[in-house]
């Protein structure tokens, strides 16, 4: 069934030309409503829709029509999450010479450090805070913004906590102020990821969310990458304050970005049926078949929808997401530098080997999931992997593992870019946010494990167990989506 849509338009309401209740949109960059939203209470739409999007007499029609498209929305919440991983990732070549310098064995300013045997312990439970906040805090910030009916709100408060983190780091005297920032930014990242992912969900129809869940992330990733060498190259020439001024200018900017947004207030009154946006959902042309029913006579609640198995069934991949993302970040550069002898500016290199083409992917994947659905990419993404991962661990040259890890980049946004638009389908318009808190934090949870498992798997038994278990992983995936998609009425 269709999702209700909950885009603003301005002005004059839109002559429909569709039945309430069809999205008809061909295209992403477009300021008016794709989809209108259905009865709301007994309410007309239109009327409705005129006093949710009144102008002032001081604001300037054409201005308000920006700040209110979906385009924008989409906008915002892919530079929110991008912020958020930019932030995470900066402080990554950094935060070793910030530890060194508060515990002594690294003078101010210094370029290099000597080795410290507890460095590694204090980072990794640096990175633990951060993404152990996720999980803890991400379901209660999807509760908040469903039940305050914006995301705007709430991500502009998560952006104070980034705010905070970002002091905290440029200030930071102590471990414990280290690990006040890392929180503070667990915190921004529990807000922005949910709402902003859900904010995607509100505005587009089922038919386009898989362009622009892709479309965001490939804004995420293509941030995340530039974060590392950015926050390296200024520290180098810069120094260790300059790397939280560009922090505290990036998250100013999506202050005033988030600001601008005129978000339309979210109506929990609006209920649908939904159903997955699948193979199902499509015509043999591609085109979409959704439509809407009547409003069931009681709301779904979170634990209505946790009590389906199909939910659990995309939670895991999203939990598996996380794995693939991480496996490889303690791993990889421990097999270059030990087995290869290559030094760490080729590791970087390599690293961008695997992750240019999974970032640069996703939207292609997200245009196959709105034509054809999301069954067949997300099996064959597990079965590829079966494949992909534990040839990364195979005895070859330096060329020959960075040809194993482009088609591995390739198939790791199959797993995880039709996940994201599926879970607003399992789920009615005013869970949105819940649904998206509990994406995040399987993927957070995924991401957390991913480089304890990874690191302990291979100082065991080498790389290729670390293949190894994840091609496990993948093939244990293949029977819960076959009975996702085939035993939909197996409870």
């Given amino acids: ?4 849509s909950h885009a603003n338009t301005i002005a004059e309401p839109p002559k429909p030309s569709t039945p309430p209740g069809t999205a008809k949109s061909e295209d992403l960059d477009d300021t008016e409503t794709s989809a209108l939203p259905l009865s709301v209470s007994g309410r007309d739409e239109t009327q409705l829709l005129q006093k949710d999007t009144e102008t002032s007499p001081r604001e300037h029609p054409k201005l308000a029509s920006i700040f209110a498209s979906r385009s924008y929305a989409l906008a915002c919440a892919s530079f929110a999450m991008g912020t958020d991983f930019f932030l995470y ?11 060194g310098v508060i515990d002594g064995t690294c003078p101010a300013g210094s370029k290099e450090c000597p080795d410290d045997p507890q460095l590694g312990l204090i980072l990794g439970a640096l990175i633990g805070a951060y993404f152990g906040v996720v999980v803890l805090l991400a379901p209660a910030a999807g509760w908040i913004s469903d039940r305050l009916r914006t995301r705007r709100k709430l991500v502009l408060i998560g952006f104070l906590a980034l705010g905070a983190s970002t002091v905290f780091f440029a200030l930071s005297s102590s471990l414990a102020m280290l690990f006040l920032a890392r929180i503070c930014q667990g915190v921004s990242a529990s807000a922005s990821w949910a709402c902003s992912m ?3 969900a509100d505005v587009y129809p089922p038919e386009l969310l898989g362009r622009a869940m892709g479309t965001a992330q490939l804004v995420f990733g293509m941030m995340q990458l530039a974060g590392p060498p950015l926050g390296g190259i200024i520290y180098d020439h810069l ?3 300059a ?9 100013a900017v999506n202050i005033i970005a988030w600001g601008l947004y005129r978000e339309r207030p979210l109506d929990t009154g609006a209920k649908a049926t939904l159903t997955s946006a699948t193979d199902d959902s499509v015509d043999e042309s591609g085109e979409s078949k959704i439509s809407a029913t009547p409003a069931p006579t009681s709301p779904q609640t979170m634990w209505h929808v946790l009590s389906s198995w199909r939910v659990w069934v995309m939670l895991w991949m999203a939990f598996l997401s996380g794995l ?6 303690p791993t990889l550069p421990a097999h270059l530098k030990i087995n290869l002898g290559q030094s760490s500016s080729i590791t970087g290199l ?35 992997s079966i494949i992909a991962f534990p040839a990364v ?13 482009v088609p591995l980049g390739l198939v790791m946004p199959l797993v995880m870019t039709p996940v994201m638009p599926e879970m607003s389908m399992l789920c009615e318009p005013h869970l949105t946010g819940q649904m998206y808190s509990a994406w995040n934090s399987a993927f957070s949870a995924g991401s957390t494990l991913g480089p304890i498992i990874a690191g302990l798997l291979y100082s065991k038994f080498g790389l290729l167990s670390v293949g190894v278990a994840m091609a496990v992983a993948s093939a244990l995936t293949l029977p819960l989506l076959w009975a996702y998609y085939y035993r939909r009425n197996v409870r």
């Fill in 89 to 99: 990732s900066i402080v990554i070549p950094v935060l070793p010479f910030a530890v």
């Fill in 324 to 329: 693939e993302l991480t496996v490889y970040e």
């Fill in 1 to 4: 069934m269709e999702k209700p």
């Fill in 393 to 405: 661990g195979a005895p070859l040259s330096l060329g020959g593992l960075c040809g194993v890890l």
């Fill in 243 to 251: 790397v939280f001024i560009l922090c505290g200018t990036l998250v």
């Fill in 350 to 384: 390599v690293f961008l080997v695997w992750i240019v083409p999974n970032t640069l992917a996703a939207p292609a994947v997200g245009w196959a999931r709105d034509k054809w659905g999301s069954k067949w990419l997300l099996l064959s993404g597990a079965a590829l």
């Fill in 198 to 200: 859900a904010l995607i």
């Fill in 239 to 241: 120094g260790y304050p």
